[in-house]
């Protein structure tokens, strides 16, 4: 019997005063050979809510187009911004519906419309709400920084300084992670994007 080898990532989110900030490293590892050096988890869904991913690459591409394309039919019904937490639920849906054989991601989406939010779900589509969270192998690593250093109303400097500081933590000690960190920043004003060389 041959073992299956879930791939490994680190992916973190994080509320601040004024938006969300969401990172991810670059590495994808099967078992001890390392795929890719160079791989996006981390996804800007509307213009106000992103997702960062762990887990299987295709299942989280696949997830991705659909919920950005479920977003765009939602928001032409509402005429308005398709708020985070409704983002989170279709997501849920869809995972839930796969239960039997579930898309193999762990996923935190991140947003705002009124105010900052965050969710964290599993690879079955609970939605668990948090100011803060970290997935994947590295997530023991990232929640050890974020839990000491993570405060309630940061300034975006301080949020997407806590986001780097704690994926390269991870970095440091899971070996599936590396290679660089994508970070995405949301705010009222739209999103930000840039990787950070480690």
């Given at each position: 019997?041959?073992?299956?080898?879930?791939?490994?990532?680190?992916?973190?989110?994080?509320?601040?005063?004024?938006?969300?900030?969401?990172?991810?490293?670059?590495?994808?590892?099967?078992?001890?050979?390392l795929v890719?050096?160079?791989?996006?988890?981390?996804?800007?869904?509307?213009?106000?809510?992103?997702?960062?991913?762990?887990?299987?690459?295709?299942?989280?591409?696949?997830?991705?187009?659909?919920?950005?394309?479920?977003?765009?039919?939602?928001?032409?019904?509402?005429?308005?911004?398709?708020?985070?937490?409704?983002v989170?639920?279709?997501?849920?849906?869809?995972?839930?519906?796969?239960?039997?054989?579930?898309?193999?991601?762990?996923?935190?989406?991140?947003?705002l419309?009124d105010?900052?939010?965050?969710?964290?779900?599993?690879p079955?589509g609970?939605?668990?709400?948090?100011?803060?969270?970290?997935?994947?192998?590295?997530?023991e690593?990232?929640?050890?920084?974020?839990d000491?250093?993570?405060?309630?109303?940061?300034?975006?400097?301080?949020?997407?300084?806590?986001?780097?500081?704690?994926?390269?933590?991870?970095t440091?000690?899971?070996?599936?992670?590396?290679?660089?960190?994508?970070?995405?920043?949301i705010?009222?004003?739209?999103?930000?994007?840039?990787?950070e060389?480690?």
């Amino acid at each position: 019997m041959t073992a299956m080898y879930m791939p490994g990532a680190t992916a973190v989110g994080i509320t601040f005063d004024g938006g969300v900030v969401l990172a991810s490293e670059k590495r994808i590892a099967y078992g001890n050979f390392l795929v890719s050096k160079n791989t996006k988890k981390t996804y800007s869904l509307t213009d106000k809510v992103g997702a960062t991913i762990a887990g299987l690459v295709a299942d989280m591409q696949i997830l991705v187009l659909q919920i950005k394309a479920l977003t765009k039919i939602r928001k032409m019904e509402l005429k308005r911004d398709v708020p985070p937490n409704s983002v989170a639920k279709m997501m849920s849906n869809l995972m839930y519906e796969r239960r039997f054989f579930p898309l193999l991601t762990q996923v935190i989406v991140g947003g705002l419309v009124d105010k900052p939010a965050i969710y964290t779900l599993d690879p079955l589509g609970s939605v668990l709400p948090d100011d803060y969270a970290a997935v994947g192998t590295g997530a023991e690593m990232a929640l050890g920084i974020l839990d000491q250093q993570y405060k309630p109303a940061m300034k975006e400097k301080e949020a997407v300084d806590l986001a780097i500081k704690s994926v390269k933590a991870a970095t440091m000690r899971d070996s599936f992670s590396g290679d660089g960190i994508d970070v995405l920043i949301i705010t009222k004003d739209g999103t930000k994007e840039f990787t950070e060389k480690l």
